[in-house]
């Protein structure tokens, strides 16, 4: 008698948990959404805040990117066309350290005012490993075939020259890039002259 009882008890007990997990939670109806009404609670892709601290589109910076790395300023750390005109004829497209030697109209002969800059740069190139490109460059005047062969004698003179100054020939390549890479943009005398120059960079 007492095992009877004690199986009914069993399968009350068993038939209780399954009414209790299967008619316990109620199906709650599904209401699908109304495009016209907003649900409480709940916001469409549209309504971020526009209060202060709050995102908006309308919040974002206008000027710089995450990956900005150029400068306003005038000291020389942004790309050649945002640097100060002091600052281009200074160092041209030269490296840090270096400067660029300037010539006179459809002349590649190194100029006695700029003596003392090529022996700055030599010693310079001494210091360092790595290869110096002496880049040769002209003004606009010309066709392009001749300005390409006149930076080339340009670049040609200087490597000569830094060679009797001391530094190894096999540490000097030459590149001529004629009129098509100059730092000034104006049709002026003074603009030509400054975009008939030789740089120098460490590769």
């Known amino acids: 008698m007492k095992k009877v009882v004690m199986r ?23 209401i699908p959404p109304d495009s016209t009404k907003k649900v409480s609670g709940q916001t469409s892709s549209t309504d971020y ?16 990117t995450l990956d ?17 005109d002091e600052y281009k004829q200074m160092h041209g497209r030269s ?3 270096l400067s660029p030697v300037y010539f006179d109209f459809d002349q590649a002969i190194i100029r006695p005012d700029m003596a003392d800059r090529m022996i700055q740069n030599a010693e310079y190139v001494k210091q360092v490993s790595n290869t110096v490109i002496v880049e040769g460059n002209c003004d606009d ?25 001391g530094v190894e020939a096999t540490r ?32």
């Open 8 to 30: 009914l008890l069993v399968v009350v007990a068993i038939t209780a948990l399954v009414a209790v997990f299967t008619g316990g939670c109620s199906k709650k109806p599904v």
């Open 141 to 165: 005047s010309g066709t392009k075939e001749y300005n390409l062969a006149l930076g080339e004698k340009r670049a040609i003179n200087i490597r000569e020259y830094l060679i009797n100054l």
């Open 68 to 84: 900005d790395t150029t400068s306003t300023s005038d000291s020389g750390s942004g790309t050649p066309g945002e640097q100060s």
């Open 95 to 97: 490296t840090t350290g």
């Open 49 to 64: 805040q526009t209060d202060s601290g709050a995102y908006s589109e309308n919040s974002l910076a206008i000027e710089g």
């Open 172 to 203: 000097i390549r030459t590149v001529s890039y004629g009129e098509d890479r100059p730092l000034f943009y104006e049709q002026t005398d003074f603009a030509r002259s400054q975009n008939r120059r030789a740089d120098f960079v460490i590769d």
